[in-house]
Nanobody
């Protein structure tokens, strides 16, 4: 599975960006696609995930109410709409996918088998 992520950029605080991640395989069944981020000097952290089976969405507390993850089945794509961005959202954002995760492991990057290249999001104050 190959993942292609894009959509990062430079935005002022309070602005919005939409990240896109497209998988090279058909996304269905137990497929899960998620977003993680890593800021300089910090560990990688979970941001959001979408579980195809049932359409459940998962968010980190730090982004709830500001970020929305959605999907496009026909395009094998997941989006991360990021609104009201803050300087602390600045990071490289990575798309990840797997088809074996349980709900309890969905927030752990080490559980994902497939990763896309990162896309840099910079939020200026």
């Amino acid at each position: 599975v190959q993942l292609q992520a894009y959509g990062g950029g430079l935005v002022q605080a309070g602005g919005s960006l939409r990240l896109t991640c497209t998988a090279s395989v058909r996304t269905s069944g137990r497929f899960i696609m998620g977003w993680f981020r890593q800021a300089p000097g910090n560990e990688r952290e979970f941001v959001a995930a979408y579980k195809w089976d049932g359409g459940s969405r998962y968010y980190a507390d730090s982004v709830k109410g500001r970020f929305t993850i959605s999907r496009d089945n026909a395009k094998n794509t997941v989006y991360l709409q990021m609104n009201n961005l803050k300087p602390e959202d600045t990071a490289v954002y990575y798309c990840a996918a797997d088809s074996r995760l349980t709900s309890s492991s969905i927030r752990y990057g080490s559980e994902y088998d497939y990763w896309g290249q990162g896309t840099l999001v910079t939020v200026s104050s």
